[in-house]
């Protein structure tokens, strides 16, 4: 019933400025904390950024400064704006968010499928 889906992933230029944008819908109660993960090829899946639902954030050491998290609860949706960016960013950028449905209202992590971020030099 509920599902998160992300978008706004792409190639650009070292540089160059990108935001993605994850969409929670289905049968929510409500949306606790949400973050992005992000996985490079041959790599291990890491925590880029996170927001709680007061807007509390916290980032990666590899990110600050660079990217920024946000969301709006009203159309139940997260963004990261990311700038500057790197062709060490290239990753597969997943969603993820504590959700509490209508029939169980304890959260739950929900992810997304992923949206693929390309940088090149």
């Known amino acids: 019933q509920v599902q998160v889906v992300e978008s706004g992933g792409g190639v650009v230029q070292a540089g160059g400025s990108l935001r993605l944008s994850c969409a929670a819908s289905g049968s929510i109660f409500r949306i606790n904390a949400m973050g992005w993960y992000r996985q490079a090829p041959g790599k291990q899946r890491e925590l880029v950024a996170s927001?709680?639902?007061?807007?509390?954030?916290n980032y990666a050491d590899s990110v600050k400064g660079r990217f920024t998290i946000s969301r709006d609860n009203a159309k139940n949706t997260m963004y990261l704006q990311m700038n500057s960016l790197k062709p060490e960013d290239t990753a597969v950028y997943y969603c993820?968010?504590?959700?509490?449905?209508?029939?169980?209202?304890?959260?739950?992590?929900?992810w997304g499928k992923g949206t693929l971020v390309t940088v090149s030099s």
């Open positions: 927001i709680t639902d007061y807007g509390s954030t």
């Open positions: 993820s968010a504590d959700i509490a449905t209508m029939t169980r209202r304890i959260g739950s992590l929900y």
